[in-house]
């Protein structure tokens, strides 16, 4: 079976309600094993620019921040879950109309999720640095209230990719995590490497990524 092989809707369908075991579970599991190398990777290459251009104190104060965002990045994951269970219930009954706009609804209700967690993480970061050294304190607080902008975006793309998932069309989301590390890298070079723009630079790269890696999501 070629797992890479392109097959309509009906013909995914098929696969999973009446394909074998052994294959259905390549078919779904061999493309989200490789999002996970390249999610893997990301914080990696992010934590080389950091460590050799932005300095050891910005390098430190995201990985203190990262757990804390994580927090707030774990109600995503929940959300796509859900998207699944949905999505997928009506994916299998054959009711493409009513995927498409189940879609569309938890699309918009996850953006405002992540809206409306930008005051929690500015909130968060104020009271969070105050624990904090002073040689990072200030890092810490810029990179957790700046990275709230990022928040909306990712709530998206965590729903992207719980959609694809539910349709049967998981090599998607490894085309878009793929394309995410490369634009990561590319806004790395361009931040922190031509504008030395330090811990706001670090956050502009992920920003940057996200809104792109977002056009692309909505134009498909």
Do not use: H
């Not at 294959?23 to 094993?33: G, Q």
């Amino acid at each position: 079976m070629n797992i890479i092989k392109k097959q309509n809707s009906e013909e995914r369908r098929e696969i999973i309600l009446n394909g074998g075991i052994l294959n259905t579970l390549l078919f779904l599991s061999v493309p989200t094993l490789m999002v996970g190398i390249i999610q893997a990777l990301i914080p990696l290459s992010d934590g080389l620019f950091l460590n050799n251009l932005a300095g050891v104190l910005v390098a430190s104060s995201v990985s203190f921040s990262q757990p804390i965002l994580n927090i707030m990045l774990a109600l995503s994951q929940g959300l796509g879950v859900a998207a699944i269970s949905m999505i997928g219930q009506l994916y299998g009954r054959g009711i493409m109309k009513a995927v498409r706009e189940t879609t569309i609804q938890i699309f918009v209700f996850s953006f405002l999720i992540g809206v409306a967690l930008i005051p929690i993480c500015i909130i968060s970061a104020f009271w969070i640095s105050e624990f904090t050294t002073p040689e990072i304190r200030n890092y810490v607080f810029t990179y957790i209230s700046l990275y709230s902008l990022v928040m909306p975006f990712v709530f998206l793309a965590a729903i992207y990719n719980a959609s694809k998932n539910a349709i049967a069309r998981p090599e998607i989301t490894f085309i878009r995590i793929l394309i995410l590390l490369v634009l990561k890298i590319i806004f790395n070079i361009i931040f922190l490497y031509i504008f030395r723009m330090g811990i706001v630079g670090a956050v502009m790269a992920t920003l940057f990524s996200y809104i792109t890696i977002t056009i692309w999501m909505f134009l498909d």
